[in-house]
């Protein structure tokens, strides 16, 4: 089993839209998490650190959900600049994990 | 704002060669990392460093060596490149080692022929 799993997708969601996606973790004692944002053929860019109540920017809010061990990411009103991989990060101990992420294409 | 820069966004090398990537920051992060991408796996560690001339194995180290030698710079050395090594190969640099928050640069993409 991975120590980070993603659906790897494609979600298909027409522009203003909500979409979520989840990533589940393995390792009970994970300490932070992390969503990334990477563009065709361009490197990955934070998007939103996940903190344990759950936070919002903007028209994102991430959600952490420690017993069943997996991190949300729900986008509302979508727009076609939203088109993008996520990728989710979890951290423990001094290791980073990423996931192989999730890909979304939003359609006019 | 933090830069990552790579020396090449595109390299073409022939089986056996050896490959040099360079990777250069400015932010004065001790940490800095070396990954592959490719489609399917997701980002691979392949080495870190958390201080000049300190290196750690990461996940997949077989065929690559890295070297350290001032705190912004940060290379990765294919011995003799091999197919199997066509790659993006992705810099970043961080704070702390067990940060999550990295900085990546543009990524160089390795094709080995």
């Known amino acids: 089993r991975k120590e980070v799993e993603q659906d790897p997708g494609p979600f298909n969601v027409p522009e203003g839209a909500t979409v979520a996606f989840n990533c589940t973790y393995s390792?009970?004692?994970?300490?932070?998490f992390f969503w990334y944002r990477q563009d065709c053929r361009k490197e990955p860019k934070l998007l939103m650190s996940v903190y344990s109540s759950g936070n919002e920017d903007g028209r994102f809010t991430a959600q952490l959900n420690r017993a069943s061990q997996y991190i949300s990411l729900l986008i509302r009103d979508s727009k076609l600049s939203d088109s993008a991989t996520y990728l989710c990060?979890?951290?423990?101990?001094?290791?980073?994990?990423f996931g192989s992420g999730t890909r979304l294409s939003i359609r006019p | 704002d933090v830069k990552v820069t790579q020396s090449s966004r595109y390299l073409v090398k022939r089986t056996g060669e050896k490959v040099f990537l360079e990777c250069v920051q400015d932010m004065d992060h001790e940490n800095m990392f070396w990954y592959r991408q490719d489609p399917g796996l997701g980002l691979r560690l392949i080495y870190f460093?958390?201080?000049?001339?300190?290196?750690e194995k990461g996940d997949i180290p077989e065929g690559y060596s890295v070297s350290r030698e001032k705190k912004e710079r940060f290379s990765l050395i294919l011995e003799s490149a091999s197919t199997n090594q066509t790659s993006m190969y992705l810099c970043a640099s961080s704070a702390t080692s067990s940060d999550g928050i990295q900085y990546f640069g543009a990524g160089t993409r390795l094709s080995v022929l």
């Open positions: 390792n009970s004692a994970s300490q932070s």
């Open positions: 460093s958390y201080d000049v001339k300190m290196k």
């Open positions: 990060v979890v951290t423990s101990a001094s290791k980073i994990i």
